[in-house]
RNA sequence: GGGGAGAUUCCAGAGCGGUCAAAUGGGGCAGACUGUAAAUCUGUUGGCGCAGCCUUCGGAGGUUCGAAUCCUCCUCUCCCCA
């Protein structure tokens, strides 16, 4: 388990490197699709292996503790054999539905009681118990619990949740340190730089982190609805703080943009929803910008769907008929796109890291951002 | 041949004297979405020189201060009985 810098950029913070897991290597700078209920919604595993190029995908510790629930996900075996993806897989802890789901959770210094979005019952998440969740489900590396702050989030809030944040990790890498791997595999810990917006908690919560010594270390509690400078600002201060020998996982983020974006400020490992989330709502992400294939502009246009995209159904269906099947409401259509965004996300951090090898990156990156945020 | 029901804005379908440019669906058009309560949600959908005005509720007349709504005739649909 170590994770090894290959090459890095003249001219900004990025890098390439090797993060070794138990279920093989992952290239970095990565992509991981997220795979919260452990499906990539609307994506077979086969077509996410061999078409999308995806090294590692995520799954979600709330979502899959409530269903199908740990004791099925035991009797398989662990999620790997579950589901049937044989590459890394990597869970997070149930802190972004402290977020998202505010609504439906009580938070105290011992954890969160949730309130469960399918049924009312009540499930409290504590450190203890999501490590060992985690250690069910198999995921080869785990993240600690926390709290994902909103975005705006008052300063004095920000103070106390990041302690809290804090004494969790503590109680995260006890319990953690105190069990062991359930299937043959090894697992490994991140913990998580928390602070929202305030740079002065930012810089304290990565000098914590970075005391801790883990495998590997997440920014969390951005791409909340903040500007994205102030994203990028964080992700700088935090990034001159995390060890530079270790990966950084910029959790939840983002738009192509965003994502070239941060690897020039040192990231190396990202998720997000956008690409497949999006791509069931109609919108396509290619190297020249967004589409939203529903648009009426598509109706007769019978070209391919992305000409320099690098899935097969790029070439295999035409832009016309994307759309009709988006109007006529064929599930078909959200597979498609689907698996053509996960496929260029894909092909977008491979290619920074082709870049940052060859030594193009920087000049690559600005001319890429501008392409990739304009709507065609 | 006899009896009955009905024609409403793209479609279906409310409205049954003023608060109606007209409910609600659907369809159309557009937008949002960042560690997924999301194949979801939102806006918009007669025209214009747009806090107002103009033309609309099968057609033509009429009643009324005022009609999609009431009356007369016409046209056309649908149903039942022979």
């Keep these: 388990m170590k994770f090894t810098i290959k090459s890095s950029d003249k001219n900004s913070n990025a890098r390439t490197g090797v993060l070794q897991t138990g279920h093989g290597e992952i290239e970095t700078p990565i ?7 452990g499906a990539v919604k609307a994506v077979q595993i086969p077509d996410l292996s061999n078409d999308t190029k995806a090294q590692i995908i995520l799954g979600n510790t709330y979502h899959l503790y409530l269903r199908p629930g740990l004791k099925i996900i035991e009797a398989a075996g662990g999620l790997h054999k579950f589901n049937g993806w044989q ?46 969740i985690q250690r069910t489900i198999g995921a080869d590396i ?29 109680r995260c890498i006890k319990q953690f340190d105190n069990t062991e791997a359930k299937y043959g595999h090894e697992q490994m810990l991140f913990p998580i730089v928390q602070g929202s917006t305030y740079k002065d908690l930012r810089l304290k919560s990565a000098e914590f982190i970075a005391s801790k010594n883990a495998k590997g270390n997440a920014i969390g509690g951005l791409s909340v609805g ?26 939840g983020v983002g738009t192509p ?30 190297s020249e910008g967004i589409i939203n294939i529903k648009n009426e502009k598509w109706k007769n246009d019978f070209s391919m769907l992305d000409a320099n995209g690098t899935s097969y159904v790029d070439r295999q269906y035409s832009k016309a008929y994307v759309r009709h099947l988006f ?28 870049k940052i090898i060859s030594g193009d990156f ?15």
């Design 257 to 286: 943009e965003n994502i070239l974006e941060s690897i020039a400020l040192g990231i190396d490992m990202f998720d997000c929803v956008m690409p497949t989330r999006n791509a069931r709502h109609g919108i396509i992400y290619t």
């Design 142 to 170: 785990i993240m600690a619990f926390d709290e994902c702050t909103p975005y705006p989030c008052e300063y004095n809030y920000a103070k106390n949740s990041l302690g809290i944040t804090h004494r969790w990790l503590d």
């Design 87 to 132: 590459k890394p897989i990597l869970t997070d802890s149930g802190g972004y539905q402290v977020y998202s789901l505010a609504n439906t959770r009580k938070l105290t210094e011992n954890g969160v009681v949730f309130r469960s979005h399918i049924d009312g019952s009540k499930h409290e998440f504590t450190p203890e118990n999501v490590m060992n």
């Design 226 to 251: 903040e500007p994205h400078e102030m994203m990028y600002e964080m992700t700088e201060i935090v990034c001159g703080v995390l060890p530079k020998d270790k990966p950084r996982y910029l959790m």
């Design 31 to 37: 992509f991981m699709p997220v795979g919260t209920a």
């Design 327 to 354: 109007a006529a409401n064929e599930i078909l259509g959200g597979m498609i796109t689907s698996l053509h965004n996960l496929a260029f996300y894909l092909w977008l951090v491979g290619e920074a890291k082709n």
């Design 362 to 376: 920087s000049n690559w990156k600005n001319v890429m951002v501008t392409k990739l945020s304009s709507r065609i």
